[in-house]
């Protein structure tokens, strides 16, 4: 039997440090969070992602009494840009969460397991890298691929 691993790239970068651009998409990130409908878990999470063509859509998650039927943040963003842009590729997104205290989480949040099989395959339809980032108090993570946190992801290559 061979063994092998994955392995993830990535950069933390303080927020002063990013582009000017990365900075006002993470900023729009921390706003989304403000529009979150979570009564049940008190936490708020934004997404704000930028698209081929310069512009920017956000979405914060929407919960429901039946908790199954909310929605995270970043999939509100990405079927809203897609439907407004179809066919046009999404190259970053920044995410920010603030916990049941209010304030911004001291570790990013990273995607939920649903988040990153849209996400994965949005970025395989592209055929192009979207990046990810990941804010927090302590620093933002730069991802260069959704495919980095979805290793042997399943897409419609495999229908």
Do not use: W
Not at 7 to 17: A, M, Q, S
Not at 38 to 56: C, I, Q, T
Not at 125 to 148: D, F, N
């Amino acid at each position: 039997m061979k063994h092998e691993h994955f392995e993830i790239d990535y950069h933390l970068v303080p927020f002063e440090e990013l582009p000017e651009a990365d900075r006002l998409l993470v900023e729009k990130a921390k706003e989304a969070t403000y529009t979150s409908f979570s009564p049940y878990s008190h936490f708020r999470v934004g997404a704000a992602l930028r698209m081929e063509n310069g512009e920017v859509y956000l979405g914060s998650n929407q919960e429901n009494a039946s908790f199954t039927t909310g929605l995270c943040a970043e999939r509100t963003a990405i079927f809203y840009a897609t439907a407004k842009n179809p066919g046009a590729a999404v190259t970053d997104i920044a995410i920010a969460a603030r916990g049941t205290d209010g304030e911004y989480t001291a570790e990013p949040t990273s995607p939920c397991g649903a988040c990153r099989q849209v996400l994965a395959e949005i970025e395989h339809r592209a055929g192009r890298p979207m990046r990810l980032l990941l804010y927090s108090r302590t620093g933002i993570i730069v991802i260069e691929s959704v495919g980095a946190l979805l290793p042997l992801q399943f897409n419609g290559d495999n229908l």
